[in-house]
């Protein structure tokens, strides 16, 4: 079938909308809001008012780049959770009136199960079953793969997400939000064995990031009162010890997780997938075990509607509409 679709996505702080058609991703534009940077994270009433602000210009210039109309659209697809509830408003209410204005179907896509079929945008792509390390500011996940639509949750974390557990640490050594990608980049100079933290022992496939939140806030306490001047001098450092245990931590679960199932496609997605220790030590990993490894594009790790055109894309295929009276779930499961 040729579909061609537009896709919304406004779950958190990206304002993005993609246009797919003949299967593949014509055009992917995202307005990144900056106005939560002087906060230290993502404020929801600002964050639903910029995507208020910014839908309609990045609708417009998505439907630009790949050179149609809306009268050219057989669908619309949004993300219905999980997600800041009215950030997620706006884009329903988007999708839902232009769908209704058009008089075509509209499609609501699981913010998740997207971050794990954006392997579908572009080759080489995984084969059922695979595994996905989900990991971004709100999840940390392994997933079972069995088909487009077919996933379950087979690990994941029982308190903070892994990128909470590194934009939090990245406030306590004082960088502005989102801190995950300037730890990254700190860490690109430093020792990652300089320090040790703790990996604490989580039954099964299960993770906890709370404890070494905490354990680093004692460790930077007790350090600064030895030498105010100890995160200034030793930022590089610090970030790679806390980058790689943080890395660490991902990787020992996966590894349970791909000997238990006996499945050896494994695949990382979420905003934590652009972590550079993370892409390395998963290919080291991946060679050593003879796994066939799939890290996505850096422009598809964090939230894009790229994703969500593609997880539409596969629901249109299966014939997954939704009716007028949807509503956006901020807490939503598989
Ligand atoms: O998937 P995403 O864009 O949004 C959510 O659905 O949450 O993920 C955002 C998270 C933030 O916690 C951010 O700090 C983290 O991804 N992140 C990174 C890197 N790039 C983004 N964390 C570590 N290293 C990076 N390079
Ligand atoms: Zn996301």
């Given at each position: 079938m040729n579909y061609t679709l537009l896709a919304i996505e406004s779950s958190c702080d990206e304002t993005s909308a993609a246009v797919l058609a003949n299967g593949k991703i014509q055009s992917n534009t995202i307005a990144t809001q900056t106005v939560h940077h002087k906060y230290g994270g993502v404020v929801p009433e600002l964050a639903s008012r910029a995507h208020q602000q910014h839908i309609i210009p990045v609708v417009t210039q998505a439907l630009a780049e790949a050179n149609i109309t809306k009268n050219q659209l057989d669908a619309v697809a949004f993300t219905r959770g999980p997600g800041l509830l009215g950030a997620l408003l706006v884009g329903a209410s988007f999708a839902k009136s232009l769908a209704l204005g058009l008089n075509i179907p509209i499609i609501a896509v699981n913010h998740m199960q997207a971050h794990i079929l954006a392997h579908f945008i572009d080759d080489p792509k995984p084969s059922f079953p695979f595994l996905c390390l989900t990991v971004s500011g709100g999840h940390t996940q392994i997933v079972r793969v069995d088909d487009y639509l077919k996933m379950e949750i087979i690990g994941e974390t029982q308190d903070d997400a892994v990128g909470e557990a590194f934009d939090k640490t990245a406030k306590l050594l004082n960088?502005?939000?989102?801190g995950g990608p300037l730890i990254d980049k700190y860490a690109q100079a430093g020792n990652p064995k300089a320090f040790v933290f703790p990996q604490v022992d989580m039954p099964g496939l299960s993770y906890s990031f709370s404890g070494i939140k905490t354990a680093f806030l004692y460790f930077l306490r007790d350090q600064t009162a030895k030498d105010a001047a100890f995160v200034d001098n030793n930022l590089s450092d610090i970030c790679a010890s806390i980058q790689y245990t943080l890395v660490k931590i991902l990787l020992k679960k996966l590894i349970k997780a791909a000997k238990e199932t006996g499945i050896r496609d494994i695949a990382i997605a979420g905003g934590v997938s652009a972590n550079s220790e993370l892409r390395k030590q998963i290919m080291l990993e991946g060679a050593d075990r003879n796994w066939r490894v799939y890290i996505p594009k850096f422009e598809y790790c964090t939230d894009n509607a790229a994703m969500i055109a593609m997880a539409a894309y596969y629901k249109a295929m299966a014939g997954e509409f939704s009716s007028q009276d949807i509503s956006p779930m901020p807490r939503m499961d598989f």
């Open positions: 960088l502005p939000y989102p």
